[in-house]
């Protein structure tokens, strides 16, 4: 290994997430064996090609294992993965636990600039790459890539077609795994590197350890699983996010249970999984499921009409045939996990009756944050700055509220900066020494960079970003406020605030907007609307913006930079025909 990952928080305090049982001191690669072995033909992945069970999977993990060793890949080696959610993604992760090695996933939809940069930093040695994926070609771009990357020694191309001079994954699959042996790695050394979606110029990649995931993240899903059978997870964020790190680690190597994987994620094939295969637990960001509640009111409108015209029919003939009833309602899950972006009331109270379940709010991070609502309330908990954070859970992630400036502990009800450390808490930050000085304190605290409070019941509140503002004219907006007041307004679906250059002001409020019926609210009637929930005026936007869908990124996060950019040229457009 040549990229140096150093634990940042105290050994001792490692040693005894151990010794408790919080952890389950092994790697990820034989925990999934244990699993494996209990019970042979349970299904491990269900994706587009069907299911396959843990002994299949664990045959692939193996020739996949023996072929990388072969490419002289092993342990302590960073390898980058970039496939799409399918059964692929989960034998490589595998695979490289089995190695020792330390896999470094991020999603499909990632421009080669980034990829760069990714690859360049953690000093990675290869990269699984789909050959082609919704029109793009991540073997070819990143083999283009590779005389840049004095490190990158192999290209893997994932799927028909391989470019000249990557190696076919299906020629790897087909190693004869005999005589493979795996590694043993130290459960405390790293695993997985997680890469951040966060405000940084380049992506912040964060390294864990097997017992991080396993152990931190594990006992994050643990507490909301209410009895001993292994979960059934429909993930629709990519497996290859931070928030998708609670699949093949968590999922199937902690918890023995079933992936249900989405290549591509739309709200059709996302309700569709859900009534074929029956989850237990819908892993989503909120803009996600706002996009499955507005196809779910649009089905139940078309089975209206036809409802009616059938009945016109049937009075017109006479008829005494009965008529067709609705689709049934969906199978309720155990639990729908919202997070990557602040959940408003509205949106979880209308998931909550169509899902029919508990609607769990995740406060997290790749940073090493985590806290949520849990199973107890259907609906999670409001507070006048939206739905709260949830009880922390010393077993996953530690929360303390300290002064931005002096770092010391504040008092309950005294609004902070979130700190967290726990089982959950990451290495280290990957080839940024910068990172770590600037989010993590001697004693392994993470500044995770975000304000909020714990009130007298032990309650975690986020009241906003310490950075996340928009100065208009020296006066301070947070976008986040205004999202929440506007996503409950009766003609709108979803809505993303962002700022916009102003050479008056400095800065102005832009609201980008997905609209319910045929016509859009004016500024001026959003205005009068904010007003009413008193947001006070220079809060209010000044610039609309009307999309039939928000862009999402990679991640599966609204695309902030991308609604920038279209505000941008809508206002060029706008300026050029005045």
């Given amino acids: 290994m040549t990229v140096t990952l150093t634990d940042l928080l105290p050994t001792e305090l490692r040693r005894s997430w151990v010794v408790d049982g919080t952890c389950p001191d092994l790697d990820l690669y034989s925990l999934y064996r244990a699993r494996q072995i209990a019970d042979l033909h349970r299904t491990a992945v269900i994706d587009a090609k069907g299911e396959l069970c843990y002994t299949a999977l664990d045959r692939k993990v193996r020739c996949l294992a023996k ?27 595998l695979a490289l636990a089995a190695l020792g090695a330390i896999a470094l996933p991020f999603p499909v939809g990632r421009g080669a600039a980034e990829a760069e940069s990714l690859l360049r930093r953690a000093e990675a040695v ?69 890469v951040s979606s966060g405000s940084e110029a380049e992506p912040k990649m964060v390294a864990y350890s ?18 001993d059978t292994p979960p059934r997870c429909l993930f629709l ?15 199937l190597a902690r918890h023995g249970g079933t992936l249900v994987l989405l290549d591509h994620f739309t709200p059709e094939a996302a309700l569709s999984a859900v009534r ?10 909120p803009t996600m499921i706002r996009m499955m509640l507005e196809t779910l009111e649009t089905l139940e409108t078309l089975e209206t009409l036809e409802t009616l015209e059938s009945t016109e029919s049937t009075e017109s003939t006479e008829s005494t045939e009965s008529t067709e009833t609705p689709d049934e309602p969906l199978p309720a899950p155990t639990a729908l996990v919202l997070g990557g972006a602040p959940l408003d009331e509205t949106t979880a109270k209308a998931a909550a009756d169509a899902f029919g379940c508990p609607v769990v709010n995740l406060y997290g991070s790749a940073d090493g944050v985590n806290c949520h609502t849990g199973l107890q309330h259907t609906v999670p908990p409001t507070d006048r700055s939206g739905v709260v954070a949830g009880r922390p859970d010393p077993r996953v992630a530690e929360i303390r509220i300290t002064d931005p400036d002096t770092h010391e502990p504040l008092p309950d009800g005294r609004i902070g900066e979130i700190v967290s450390r726990g089982p959950m808490t990451p290495l280290c930050y990957v080839g940024s020494p910068e ?33 996340d503002v928009v100065i208009r004219g020296g006066a301070n907006i947070s976008p986040a406020e205004v999202e929440r007041e506007l996503v409950s307004h009766p003609q709108v679906r979803d809505a993303v605030c962002v700022s916009v250059p102003d050479p008056l002001m400095g800065e102005r409020l832009a609201a980008c907007l997905v609209v319910k019926g045929p016509t ?6 959003l205005g009068t609307y904010l007003a009413e929930r008193g947001i006070d005026r220079y809060k209010h936007p000044e610039h ?23 505000i941008a040229e809508d206002r060029t457009s706008a300026l050029a025909q005045a």
């Fill in 67 to 93: 072929g990388l060793r072969g490419l002289g890949i092993g342990a302590g080696d960073v390898v980058g993965v970039q496939l799409p959610n399918n059964r692929n993604a989960v034998i490589a992760e």
């Fill in 126 to 194: 290869a990269v699984i790459a789909a050959v082609e994926h919704r029109g793009q070609t991540h073997a070819a771009d990143l083999q283009a890539l590779a005389p840049a990357l004095p490190a990158l020694r192999h290209v893997v191309g994932a799927g028909r077609d391989t470019p000249d001079g990557t190696i076919p994954l299906t020629q790897l699959l087909r190693t004869d795994p005999t005589g493979f042996v795996p590694a043993r790695p130290d459960p405390d050394g790293a695993a997985r590197i997680l």
């Fill in 210 to 227: 097997h017992n991080a995931l396993a152990g931190g993240r594990g006992n994050f899903l643990a507490s909301l699983m209410p009895d």
């Fill in 237 to 251: 964020v990519p497996l290859a996010s931070a928030f998708g790190s609670n699949g093949t680690a968590v999922t």
């Fill in 276 to 285: 074929d295969h029956r989850p237990t637990h819908i892993l989503g960001v």
């Fill in 435 to 467: 990172l770590d000085a600037r989010y993590r304190t001697p004693e392994g605290w993470v500044r995770t960079g975000d304000l909020g409070f714990l009130d007298e019941d032990g309650l975690l509140h986020v009241a906003g970003r310490l950075k």
């Fill in 520 to 525: 859009p609210p004016s500024l001026a009637e």
């Fill in 544 to 566: 609309l913006l009307v999309l039939p869908e928000l862009p999402l990124t990679a991640a599966g996060k609204s695309d902030r930079a991308a609604l920038r950019t279209r």
